[in-house]
Every structure is written in C-alpha cells, then in structure tokens.
C-alpha cells in the first residue's frame, strides 16, 4: 500500500521558517521523482518544487527561489520542503507528490497546512 505521509506544517510568523517532511512507503522510493505542490486559499494547485531520483536536479517556482530548498534522503525514504524568509502568500496547504518514469503513475500525499501570519 503506497502512501506519502506531510508533517511539519503549522502556524508561522512573516520571515520564520518551517520545514516540511514527507515520509514514504510502499513503493520504491529511488525510482521516483519527488515534488512539493501547494494549494492557496480559493486557488488552484501548483507545483513548488521538484527532485530528481538521484537528487542531482531540482526545480522551483519563481516565486520560492532562493527562499526554498526541496532535498531527499533515498534511505530514509523521506522527501523534505525547507522554507525560509516565509510571506503571507505562501499559506496554502501542501501536498507530497511522487511520479514515477514517464509520468504513467503519480501518488498524492494527505497534504498539511502551512499558515504564515502575524
């Protein structure tokens, strides 16, 4: 039984931190792209961030660069989200997604909810 379990989210002030973990299971976790998505409030899902099988290549919204860093650890099976300089937009619930190779499987995460506020 496949499943992507997120934590690490919560509630945070503008310019704090917080980092996302998401643990995985059932399925051979090397073999698969890694990727953070979020969705805001009344707005569509979007991917945040992604990593290669080997973490040699990673990707990232304009807007998160230089302020969110997407890492994993193969043996650990775990995929982590670190966010730094946190602004009000970047509230939204995020989700863990692992794709295999050519896109023909895609697994989803429960989401958690990160709030940034004063």
């Known amino acids: 039984q496949v499943q992507l379990v997120e934590s690490g989210g919560g509630l945070v002030q503008p310019g704090g931190s917080l980092r996302l973990s998401c643990a995985a299971s059932?399925?051979?976790?090397?073999?698969?792209?890694m990727s953070w998505y979020r969705q805001p409030p009344g707005k569509e899902r979007e991917l945040v961030a992604s990593?290669?099988?080997?973490?040699?290549?990673?990707n990232y919204a304009d807007s998160v660069k230089g302020r969110f860093t997407i890492s994993r650890d193969n043996a650990k099976k775990t995929v982590y989200l670190h966010m730094n300089s946190l602004k009000p937009e970047d509230t939204a619930v995020y989700y863990c997604?692992?794709?295999?190779?050519?896109?023909?499987?895609?697994?989803w995460g429960q989401g958690t909810q990160v709030t940034v506020s004063s």
């Open positions: 997604n692992a794709e295999s190779l050519g896109g023909k499987n895609t697994y």
């Open positions: 059932g399925f051979v976790f090397s073999l698969w792209t």
């Open positions: 990593i290669s099988r080997d973490a040699g290549s990673t």
